[in-house]
């Protein structure tokens, strides 16, 4: 099969039928052998009807529904399992991404080089400061640490090689950073290309302004889990122990000034609460990467490495 097109849709049901149509129009023209995988994320309005009647009338269409509302990465994740095509392009389901850039993406995948391609809304036909400004802000974060040059890490329309997807698990919130994740698997050939983007026709966003914490909690999650996920005494180790350091030094300090130079009134001087802070402080984070250490010891995911070939195996 040559492309399967995963998008996730949480009510969306206007929109549907007029995107599926669309979707049709373009791979019919470019003769590509294709499905397309709905997932609703527990729609409260008819979406799942309207995934229905498209699947009855056009045997590509596929659909997945969850029992409840998980949110985008959950839908991302379920559509990358069951999507079986060479090259797997997503795509929001609100219409904001053309359809049209399907067989461009595609082409950059096979013949570009590249193992996942992700689309730079370059003119946003959005809200400037809910959502322009703050996506600027996010991106130039991202950007600095992941050491992946893209303009636009949260565009919908991505298209990927088989086993990236294939590959990585997104879950929580973190269909923001699937090109991070891409990274962290070895996909280290990312590319960009400028898409068309449109303002949104039927509904209404489904991401308020939790999006701005949500979305920098998770950068510093990818941040920490990246840098020391499998290696967490690294971390609290180096803290702990530099905190727990300076506090004894503080309190010989302290205990000398006293029994050898008979100063008196230890209790009443800030520095004796401060030694007596970091010290506390030093013991539990070196405790907290004592026992980080002990879980990631007991993880199943522990070995687990993703092997790019064999040979005589
Ligand atoms: N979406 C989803 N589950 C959610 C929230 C959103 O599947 O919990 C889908 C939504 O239906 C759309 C895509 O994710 O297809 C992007 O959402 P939206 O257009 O609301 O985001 P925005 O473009 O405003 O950033
Ligand atoms: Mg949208």
Same mark, same amino acid.
């Given at each position: ?20 149509? %669309?979707?049709?129009?373009?791979? /019919? ?10 997932? +609703?994320?527990?729609?409260?309005? +008819?979406? %799942? ?6 699947? &009855? ?17 959950? &839908?991302?994740?379920?559509?990358? $399992? ?9 795509? +929001?389901?609100?219409?904001? /991404? ?24 370059? $003119? ?15 991106? &130039?974060? &991202? ?14 329309? $991505? ?15 973190? @269909? ?20 068309? @983007? ?10 308020? %302004? ?51 130079? +008979? ?46 070939? $064999?040979?005589?195996?």
């Amino acid at each position: 099969m040559d492309v399967s097109i995963v998008i996730p849709l949480f009510n969306e049901e206007e929109s549907l039928p007029e995107l599926s149509a %669309w979707i049709k129009r373009v791979v /019919d023209e470019h003769q590509l052998s294709y499905e397309v995988i709905m997932i +609703d994320d527990g729609s409260t309005d +008819d979406s %799942w009807k309207v995934v229905n009647q498209l699947s &009855a009338n056009n045997s590509h269409i596929k659909g997945i529904r969850f029992q409840r509302n998980y949110g985008k990465s959950a &839908a991302l994740n379920e559509g990358f $399992k069951a999507a079986q095509g060479d090259v797997i392009i997503t795509m +929001d389901a609100d219409m904001q /991404d053309s359809p049209d850039e399907i067989p461009e993406l595609r082409r950059m995948v096979l013949e570009g080089g590249y193992d996942l391609v992700s689309g730079w809304k370059k $003119k946003r036909y959005d809200n400037t400061f809910t959502k322009n400004l703050p996506s600027k802000l996010f991106n &130039a974060a &991202a950007r600095s640490m992941s050491k992946i040059k893209l303009n636009d890490f949260n565009c919908g329309l $991505k298209a990927y090689k088989k086993k990236v997807v294939k590959s990585i698990e997104v879950y929580g919130e973190m @269909h923001r950073y699937v090109p991070v994740l891409a990274k962290w698997a070895g996909f280290r050939n990312i590319g960009e290309k400028v898409v068309e @983007h449109r303002a949104r026709k039927y509904g209404v966003t489904k991401f308020g %302004w939790s999006r701005f914490i949500n979305g920098f909690l998770d950068l510093l999650t990818i941040f920490f889990v990246g840098k020391f996920g499998k290696r967490p005494m690294h971390f609290f180790g180096l803290w702990g122990t530099l905190f727990f350091t300076l506090g004894l030094a503080l309190f010989s300090y302290l205990t000398v000034s006293k029994f050898f130079f +008979d100063v008196t009134g230890m209790t009443q001087r800030p520095l004796f609460f401060f030694a007596l802070m970091i010290m506390i402080i030093g013991t539990q984070l070196f405790l907290a990467g004592f026992l980080g250490e002990l879980i990631t010891r007991n993880a199943p995911e522990r070995n687990h490495y993703l092997i790019e070939e $064999k040979l005589g195996l």
